[in-house]
T-cell receptor, first 114, second 112 residues
Framework: DQQVKQNSPSLSVQEGRISILNCDYT??????FLWYKKYPAEGPTFLIS?????DKNEDGRFTVFLNKSAKHLSLHIVPSQPGDSAVYFC?????????????FGTGTRLKVLA | NAGVMQNPRHLVRRRGQEARLRCSPM?????VYWYRQLPEEGLKFMVY????????ESGMPKERFSAEFPKEGPSILRIQQVVRGDSAAYFC??????????FGPGTRLTVT
């Protein structure tokens, strides 16, 4: 049962344009969401997070949007740079329920073309 | 402040042998999580430990797998009698509190 879904396994974007990565979840108990970036042969690196009390969080070129009613979140990267090419994982947790483990999606491989 | 360290980075074991994976959390972090990533899949939670305690092991297979986080030393994920299906990347994460997990570089286990 995949509680966190990333339905696009890959995405190609031209340098300078916006990259939009999507994530859907099924468990309404999730109240904390994160995006991680992963390069080959390395561990995931934290990018940005959002609590369910917000609908938007911005950090530099990265913005995460949360639509609780649709159980959907998205990561916007603008402008996209070649160094952003990596696999992006969406993750969710339910800390207020006492569960601190992260549930990860299967990832979206982003390729930014120079 | 060094990041999360995992060793070995690569481990090859024959079927039936034991695998021991080590994780040293970041300084000051007392929460450790283990995740497994199979090829072309996301990371799957295995176990959450605090010093000397297993808090949540709901993602750990009931047989052959065990984890510990002793008072002194690294956290250890132990896999007994490995099978080919155990081949995966195993990631450890640590945190100073109950969120903000920082990941190590992973151990790639290959079972031949």
């Amino acid at each position: 049962d995949q509680q966190v879904k990333q339905n696009s396994p890959s995405l190609s974007v031209q340098e300078g344009r916006i990259s939009i990565l999507n994530c859907d979840y099924t468990n309404s108990m999730f109240d904390y969401f994160l995006w991680y970036k992963k390069y080959p042969a390395e561990g995931p690196t934290f990018l940005i997070s959002i609590s369910s009390i917000k609908d938007k969080n911005e950090d530099g070129r990265f913005t995460v949007f949360l639509n609780k009613s649709a159980k959907h979140l998205s990561l916007h990267i603008v402008p996209s740079q070649p160094g952003d090419s990596a696999v992006y994982f969406c993750a969710a947790s339910a800390p207020t329920s006492g569960t601190y483990k992260y549930i990860f999606g299967t990832g979206t491989r982003l390729k930014v073309l120079a | 402040n060094a990041g999360v360290m995992q060793n070995p980075r690569h481990l090859v074991r024959r079927r039936g042998q034991e695998a021991r994976l080590r994780c040293s959390p970041m300084k000051g972090h007392s929460h450790v999580y283990w995740y497994r990533q199979l090829p072309e899949e996301g990371l799957k939670f295995m176990v959450y430990l605090q010093k000397e305690n297993i808090i949540d092991e709901s993602g750990m297979p009931k047989e052959r797998f065990s984890a510990e986080f002793p008072k002194e030393g690294p956290s250890i994920l132990r896999i007994q009698q490995v099978v080919r299906g155990d081949s995966a990347a195993y990631f450890c994460a640590s945190s100073p509190n109950k969120d903000s997990q920082y990941f190590g570089p992973g151990t790639r286990l290959t079972v031949t």
